[in-house]
């Protein structure tokens, strides 16, 4: 009689962290480690404390069919079906650019430049990350987010009630949707890779993120070409517009802040990789 291979915790940790390797994953241990604790309902300390405990029928299904989709290269966040974004948890899915931490940087910058914001602006907010990192540390401030796809919004809005935030969400490209208004902030992370670097992306972000949240034009800088002239119009006097930019776009997008009147203070902020991640500038107080 053939008796079924028993699978601990330890034992499936070890060959899921080789399997994944040879399909190109780099950090395969943790995340082998991750959806163990999505199969089993365990945290990181636990699995540890239960090496030699052996997988149930059920949770080896569903281990295997995590394991079998991250294989093909999908999000691990997809899989999972949520990711940490400045201390807080986000639903995710293809409809939304997956929040990295390296846009942590533009909420940081924001709340260092405008501390005591009272408008804030959010434009091509997807999951809502950004707007409601804000909202959160800006509990006295009105937060507005707009994004052109109406699925991201459902996701953003769902977001926003996990997290407890107020926010008004809005459909429509750019500024269009809150014409007349002005902000003491406004934020966005565009698109902003170049149209031929796409299909040259690790699959995870290929296949998996929007086009229409990656695809920055023949430059990347389409979206910043555009939005920088017309933000001008719509921030108070002293007000700041913030944007998150792609590696070695931070010079030109300065530049493209300079050649607007009314712009002044220009900066440029690293985030943890020493990368120029973020561009932004005030407007000029009135005289």
Request: with cysteine; hydrophobic share 40%.
């Amino acid at each position: 009689m053939t008796h079924p291979e028993i699978w601990t915790t330890l034992k499936i940790m070890t060959w899921t962290k080789e399997y994944l390797k040879t399909k190109g994953i780099e950090n395969a241990r943790l995340e082998a480690e991750w959806m163990l604790c999505a199969a089993t309902g365990l945290d990181r300390v636990g699995l540890y404390l239960n090496f030699d405990k052996p997988l149930n029928s059920t949770e080896l299904a569903a281990y295997r069919a995590m394991v079998s989709r991250r294989a093909r290269r999908e999000p691990l966040q997809h899989i999972l079906g949520t990711q940490e974004f400045c201390g807080l948890e986000f639903e995710v899915s293809p409809e939304v650019l997956i929040p990295r931490h390296d846009t942590e940087t533009l909420v940081t910058e924001a709340l260092a430049r405008v501390p005591r914001a009272r408008s804030v602006l959010d434009i091509g907010t997807g999951s809502g990350c950004i707007a409601v990192a804000l909202a959160k540390r800006l509990p006295d401030a009105r937060v507005t987010a707009i994004d052109i796809s109406s699925s991201a919004l459902e996701v953003a809005r769902r977001n926003a009630e996990r997290n407890g935030a107020a926010i008004e969400f809005l459909h429509g490209s750019l500024l269009a949707p809150v014409e007349g208004r002005c902000f003491d902030l406004i934020v966005s992370n565009p698109p902003y890779i170049p149209t031929n670097d796409i299909d040259r992306l690790e699959p995870e972000v290929r296949d998996g993120d929007p086009r229409c949240a990656l695809d920055g034009g023949a430059d990347g800088l389409d979206i910043y070409r555009v939005l920088i002239p017309v933000a001008i119009r719509q921030l108070n006097p002293g007000g700041w517009l913030l944007v998150e930019v792609g590696v070695g776009q931070a010079r030109e997008v300065a530049d493209l802040f300079h050649t607007v009147d009314g712009y002044d203070a220009v900066i440029t902020a690293h985030d943890l990789g020493s990368i120029e991640r973020v561009v932004g500038a005030r407007r000029k107080e009135l005289s």
